[in-house]
């Protein structure tokens, strides 16, 4: 496709349950974003993809956070034992490339909805 | 650490006003600057960005100029329409580490009326 494509657009879940958000990147693009929006608030950052390898997890909130980029294209973020306070937009994004003076415009998928009950 | 101030809203306008939507940042080096905005129903769009001092990033009748000297990147528009009605994300992106994750202020929502 043209842009960043995300999976469920909508997930709505009970606490406690697993959930998975998928993420298709922009062709071509090695580096990968997932950012969590909360409402009323700016996006904020979770981690960053350079092709296969998390290069920065700092963003996560704890250790029920995970995710994953085995073929350097398609992600999954993955959130154990989900708790009310993880309702949120999750946003991912790709550039084409990344590092210092060399960093692209990121572009945003349209997000998952996660809703916790 | 890095961080983005912009005005709170809601702001509320009538069709063909001028528009101002103020933004500060802090940072350490020389970052980018972005102005995101996200329409009803729909994803995150770059609207502009600047990339050093003094650059004008412009886009659909919309400016924002990088000052270095303010640390500020103000959004201006001289006519707004309904269709501007949307969330505007003043961003920067660092240029000091080996990646480039891009930190957000908290939003402005922006309405124009007919």
């Known amino acids: 496709g043209a842009g960043v494509s995300q999976t469920p657009s909508n997930k709505v879940t009970e606490k406690g349950k697993y959930v998975e958000l998928r993420c298709d990147p922009i062709s071509g693009h090695t580096a990968l974003y997932w950012y969590r929006q909360s409402l009323g608030q700016g996006p904020e950052f979770l981690i960053y993809f350079q092709g296969t390898g998390a290069a920065d997890d700092s963003g996560l909130p704890n250790d029920r956070f995970f995710a994953v980029r085995p073929e350097g294209s398609v992600s999954t973020l993955k959130i154990q034992r989900t708790e009310r306070g993880d309702s949120a937009v999750y946003l991912c994004?790709?550039?084409?490339?990344?590092?210092?003076?060399?960093?692209?415009?990121?572009?945003f998928g349209p997000g998952t909805r996660l809703t916790v009950l | 650490g890095d961080s983005v101030t912009q005005m709170e809203g809601p702001v509320t306008l009538s069709e063909e006003a001028f528009l101002t939507i103020n933004c500060t940042y802090t940072?350490?080096?020389?970052?980018?600057l972005f102005w995101y905005v996200q329409y009803p129903g729909e994803g995150l769009q770059l609207l502009l960005k600047?990339?050093?001092?003094?650059d004008k990033g412009s886009n659909k009748g919309f400016e924002a100029t990088y000052r270095k000297e303010t640390t500020s990147f103000h959004l201006e528009k001289g006519s707004v329409q309904v269709s501007d009605s949307a969330v505007y994300f003043c961003?920067?992106?660092?240029?000091?580490?080996?990646?480039?994750?891009?930190?957000f202020g908290p939003g402005t929502s922006l309405s124009v009326i007919p």
């Open positions: 940072a350490t080096g020389y970052p980018s």
């Open positions: 600047a990339t050093k001092a003094d």
């Open positions: 961003a920067l992106m660092g240029m000091k580490t080996s990646y480039d994750k891009v930190i």
């Open positions: 994004a790709s550039s084409r490339t990344s590092g210092g003076l060399a960093a692209d415009t990121q572009y």
